[in-house]
């Protein structure tokens, strides 16, 4: 009988499923089906019952998980008594994201974390939401934060997490035909030239992949650096489109303006994303609690 069991059951009778108990722990199906099968062998007694409702736990189990319940309570109790006195964390952790959140989300993150945890070294790797997905799959980057893409979403290697819903909108120049509207249609829009984020490994980026499901446009540019997209967009030669979590970001710029899409939801979806072969060290667990603290205060959505 392990402490980790005791884990295993209380989340899966939490969650009422193998998949998201795993999900929650970081780990595979199989280990978690695996961990509470030798547990009820060992206690001789069946916990679970399989219902179309779910994992449910038998008469017995239910007493079991309580207790479990109880003993993993008063571990946590034994943790905060000494987490005071315990050595800070040290280290390093890095994370890779999409250029539109460092201005953003990622002030409020790091500097919370930071602030915790001030012996912790934090690499910040910045690129499209492809580019982030595969530096976390290859070990360059230990956790992700960036939009949901087509690509790597049926990828087995990787654990996803939810954090909010955004909309894209317009930026443009302030001296262009835009620079006097507020709100434009996305037919408008697409006519304009448009400047994206560039992707090292793949043709298509998160943001293309919305706006071709709108009609056919022009990609006038490709930039992997977000301040070369602001100085071509001010300009006056094309447009781009960035979450609306940037638009206090933008307001008091001389040469951008902003325009909200006013007859479709240009509808994002942010994500944490950690490789499932990779072992979660203490700091990232830290890194990854303060992550979704941080994010259900994020209310960009309508």
Do not use: W
């Amino acid at each position: 009988m392990r402490l980790d069991q005791f884990y295993h059951i209380v989340e899966v009778a939490q969650s009422k499923s193998i998949s998201l108990a795993a999900e929650r722990s970081y780990m595979s199906q199989p280990a978690i089906s695996s961990s509470i099968s030798k547990l009820e062998l060992e206690l001789g007694v069946e916990l679970f019952k399989r219902t179309n409702k779910g994992m449910i736990p038998t008469e017995i189990g239910k007493v079991v998980i309580e207790k479990a319940s109880s003993i993993i309570d008063q571990i946590e109790d034994i943790k905060n008594v000494t987490r005071s006195s315990a050595a800070e964390l040290t280290g390093g952790v890095s994370i890779a994201v999409e250029p539109s959140f460092c201005n953003t989300i990622m002030v409020n993150i790091l500097t919370t974390f930071k602030y915790k945890h001030p012996k912790v070294n934090l690499m910040v790797k910045i690129g499209e939401s492809n580019d982030v997905i595969h530096d976390v799959l290859s070990g360059k980057a230990d956790i992700s934060i960036n939009l949901k893409t087509e690509q790597y979403m049926k990828s087995n290697d990787i654990i996803v997490k939810k954090l909010f819903k955004d909309n894209l909108m317009v930026i443009a120049c302030k001296n262009s035909l835009l620079g006097n509207k507020n709100e434009i249609p996305i037919k408008e829009a697409l006519e304009h030239p448009v400047a994206l984020y560039n992707t090292g490994y793949e043709t298509s980026c998160a943001v293309s992949q919305i706006l071709k499901k709108y009609g056919n446009f022009e990609i006038a540019y490709r930039f992997d650096n977000l301040n070369v997209i602001e100085e071509v967009v001010g300009s006056g030669t094309c447009i781009s489109f960035v979450p609306k979590m940037m638009f206090n970001y933008y307001k008091g710029s001389h040469s951008i303006t902003t325009l909200l899409i006013n007859d479709v939801n240009l509808e994002i979806e942010v994500i944490m994303v950690i490789n499932k072969r990779h072992r979660i060290s203490n700091i990232e667990k830290e890194l990854i609690n303060t992550i979704k603290s941080m994010c259900p205060r994020c209310e960009f959505s309508d």
